[in-house]
């Protein structure tokens, strides 16, 4: 089984700045298996990136995935106000399942 | 537009059954698979089960093998989850989501709004 491990659990940033999310992986992992969503408050997930790097239909592209191997990223350029939410990453595309990592919640500053 | 409904949560005590139902509309169900994930109040995304889009290969989370049984009815335009033996930990959200590929275990690129299952006595 795979452990994706995020951190920060928190970040506290203003609207504007740059956010970086880490999703390590406990071994390594193909770039076409890892993918990122956003989560609000009372809200479903929504796919923001798959493959590591492509982003979903309709994702602003201030929105970019990066990394390989067991360390991955998700980079929000510039903050928008409908940005401060909960982000998974998410390990799939082979048996034994899919796993998600614990998530991280970007909050306003 | 692509939409995915889940009904059938609600409370029931622990060792009970319930039935969960997912209703597709917006594409055609039988070119993809189909996820189960849930979420506890106040917790993380887990995932439960996945199935693929002509129910060839289906794949289950430890937690809950044995206990959760995952169908579907592509003509009838709908998935299940079965749920047998429900403990308190069962207790969450559950989402159903659209894989973005046949097979199972693919990202999942739709979401429905959920639907709450309560195990308590």
């Known amino acids: 089984e795979i452990v994706l491990t995020q951190s920060p659990g928190t970040l506290s940033l203003s609207p504007g700045e740059r956010a970086t999310f880490s999703c390590r992986a406990s071994?390594?992992?193909?770039?076409?298996?890892l993918a990122w969503y956003q989560q609000k408050p009372g809200q479903a997930p929504r796919l923001l990136i798959y493959a590591a790097f492509s982003r979903a239909t309709g994702v602003p592209d201030r929105f970019s995935g990066g990394g390989s191997g067991t360390d991955f990223t998700l980079t929000i350029s510039s903050l928008e106000p409908e940005d401060f939410a909960v982000y998974y990453c998410q390990q799939y595309g082979s048996a034994p399942g899919v796993f998600f990592g614990g998530g991280t919640k970007v909050e306003v500053k | 537009e692509v939409q995915l409904v889940e009904s059938g949560g609600g409370l029931v005590k622990p060792g009970g059954s319930l039935r969960l139902s997912c209703a597709a509309s917006?594409?055609?169900?039988?070119?993809?698979?189909v996820n189960w994930v849930r979420q506890a109040p106040g917790k993380g995304l887990e995932w439960v089960s996945s199935i693929s889009s002509t129910s060839t290969y289906i794949y289950y989370a430890d937690s809950v093998k044995g206990r959760f049984t995952i169908s579907r009815d592509n003509a009838q335009g709908s998935v299940f989850l079965q749920m047998n033996s429900l403990r308190a930990e069962d207790t969450a959200v559950y989402y159903c989501?659209?894989?973005?590929?046949?097979?199972?275990?693919?990202?999942?690129?739709?979401w429905g709004k959920g639907t709450l299952v309560t195990v308590s006595s």
């Open positions: 989501a659209r894989g973005r590929e046949w097979f199972a275990l693919s990202c999942f690129d739709s």
């Open positions: 071994q390594s992992i193909s770039s076409t298996s």
């Open positions: 917006g594409f055609t169900l039988s070119s993809y698979s």
